[in-house]
């Protein structure tokens, strides 16, 4: 108790003395659930949240269709269900590019804070889920960038999550971007691999950045449970 009270005096007074600023729109972040993300309550309710009812598989807003998107309506997965929180566009993808591309740190603590709000994870804190963050490329790693999946993953574990390093991206791997769904998903297969074959006990829920056609999070999911671990989802910044 006494260590809270400390903890949260000492960032109250950082915050007087080194205040932060919204990544934004540049005012002065005051107090909110998510500090010490830059992220200001203004801003944060312009942002493009998923909401509504959702396809069962890929998540996207569903506009006139009935539980799955006309893209994944006969789609055959391994994987059977992706939680994205934001669509990929305006003031979600502005952020999601600070975040990533501007090397904003602190706002992992922003997306832990919206994962752990997800109706889908509400009361199923425990240690029968465990999240595994995709990797990211080495040469990413190598350049200098930080890994955003994995700090994520680590500051969900102020919220009660838990997660493994199970995944390992190699070397060389060619840039999802560049390929259409076909090639994503034979490039993804390519790409990783098992850190270890130990099999674990807890349902697995994935965890990335930004879903396109979803090919990565099938690979995963496909190299997961042909090692015969149970995969009951995945989770995404944003769904572009």
């Known amino acids: 108790m006494m260590d809270s009270i400390f903890r949260k005096a000492n960032a109250q007074t950082l915050d007087y003395i080194f205040p932060q600023h919204c990544v934004l729109c540049g005012s002065i972040v005051s107090a ?79 997306f832990a804070y ?19 963050p995709v990797p990211p490329r080495p040469e990413k790693l190598k350049s200098g960038q930080f890994d955003q999946v994995g700090t994520i993953a680590e500051s969900l574990i102020e919220y009660g999550f838990h997660h493994k390093k199970m995944l390992l991206r190699l070397s060389g791997s060619s840039q999802q971007k560049f390929l259409d769904r076909a090639g994503r998903l034979k490039n993804a297969s390519l790409s990783y691999t098992l850190l270890s074959e130990k099999k674990i006990m807890e349902r697995i829920i994935l965890l990335d950045d930004v ?30």
């Open 114 to 132: 919206r994962i752990s709000m997800l109706d889908e994870l509400v009361g199923n804190i425990s240690s029968s889920i465990c999240l595994v």
């Open 32 to 110: 909110v659930s998510w500090s010490p993300a830059p992220l200001c309550a203004s801003c944060e309710r312009t942002l493009e949240f998923i909401r509504g009812p959702r396809c069962k598989h890929c998540g996207r807003e569903l506009i006139s269709e009935l539980e799955y998107c006309m893209d994944c309506r006969n789609l055959q997965t391994s994987l059977t269900h992706i939680i994205p929180i934001f669509n990929f566009r305006g003031n979600a993808a502005s952020l999601i590019h600070a975040f990533k591309t501007g090397q904003r740190i602190s706002l992992a603590r922003y």
């Open 211 to 240: 879903c396109t056609t979803g090919a990565t999070l099938e690979a995963c999911a496909r190299l997961l449970m042909q090692n015969g671990n149970e995969v009951a989802g995945a989770i995404v910044l944003a769904a572009d």
